[in-house]
């Protein structure tokens, strides 16, 4: 591998990194699915006893038995240790590995970054599997949910494949899950909360989880991205205008104008989630 000016190793021909990790792929997407079988049949055949909140059961058919909700249940667990993963990893790379971070727009672009590789297998696993496992879930089957599953997932796929935006795929795939750590845990209260007291320790653990996840959404997902956003569009005119997009990846320099299109079509759906998230701030503290 050669070096342009940067620290991050760059190659002018790659292997398909999805090639290169199909069995780690495999067993990502096997691990998922494992997971969520471990968790549903006990919830569904009554050795777990969660009870989800009443307005997820207003569809059930009593002649069915009790509502469990499993599918909720099994799904919110096996989501969130992906989540718990991405945002870790991207966490940490961002913020505490400076000297992997590349200096130059074709680092930036082509350089290969083993957190990023991980993450990218990651991210296209998760999204991939959250694509079939939502389309079974009313609560997760919405056209917005299904569309964000396909793109992140179709995102992934490409910098995987080409060795493309390994750095920017730690931050929109990694760091910007940051904030899902902390709904992970509010998401206990929505669908299965507990007999919860007012005052109580998990009243008050789920609202510092509340308070994190907002604060983390906004810095991240609202300020953070569209601020790397406008790194990443200065990134790519800079190798399409001095030649490197076709020097490096011959004949696929398609893929920087979907990476584009991609950071402005789900920037608009977390500027979207973020009026609904400054909806329920509003609510929870008219509560307060």
Do not use: C
């Given at each position: 591998?050669?070096?342009?000016?940067?620290?991050?190793?760059?190659?002018?021909?790659?292997?398909?990194?999805?090639?290169?990790?199909?069995?780690?792929?495999?067993a990502v997407l096997l691990?998922?699915?494992?997971?969520?079988?471990?968790i549903y049949y006990p919830q569904k055949t009554g050795i777990f006893k969660f009870k989800p909140a009443d307005k997820f059961c207003e569809n059930h058919n009593p002649a069915d038995g009790e509502c469990t909700r499993a599918d909720l249940f099994a799904f919110q667990f096996a989501a969130g240790v992906m989540l718990v993963y991405l945002g870790f990893v991207g966490?940490?790379?961002?913020?505490?590995?400076k000297y992997k971070h590349p200096k130059t727009p074709e680092g930036r672009i082509y350089g290969f970054i083993q957190e990023g590789e991980n993450i990218n297998v990651a991210i296209f696993c998760f999204q991939a599997w959250d694509f079939v496992a939502s389309s079974m879930i009313p609560e997760h089957s919405s056209f917005i949910f299904m569309?964000?599953?396909?793109?992140?997932a179709t995102g992934a796929y490409f910098s995987l494949d080409n060795t493309y935006i390994h750095y920017y795929a730690i931050f929109y795939g990694g760091v910007c899950e940051f904030?899902?750590?902390f709904l992970v845990f509010c998401d206990l209260e929505v669908y299965f909360p507990a007999h919860m007291q007012e005052g109580s320790f998990y009243g008050t653990f789920i609202l510092a989880n509340q308070v994190i996840f907002a604060t983390a959404f906004f810095a991240y997902r609202v300020f953070g991205w569209?601020?790397?956003?406008?790194?990443l569009w200065t990134d790519v005119k800079q190798v399409l205008s001095n030649g490197m997009a076709e020097n490096l990846r011959p004949g696929k320099?398609?893929?920087?104008y979907f990476f584009l299109a991609l950071s402005i079509i789900l920037g608009s759906l977390q500027l979207l989630w973020s009026y609904h998230l400054i909806l329920k701030v509003q609510e929870i503290l008219a509560g307060l």
């Open positions: 591998m050669s070096t342009i000016k940067d620290t991050v190793p760059i190659a002018p021909q790659v292997e398909s990194g999805v090639a290169r990790n199909k069995k780690k792929i495999a691990l998922q699915t494992v997971v969520f079988a471990a966490f940490r790379f961002w913020h505490f590995q569309a964000h599953h396909f793109t992140a904030s899902s750590i569209w601020a790397v956003s406008r790194t320099s398609y893929v920087l």
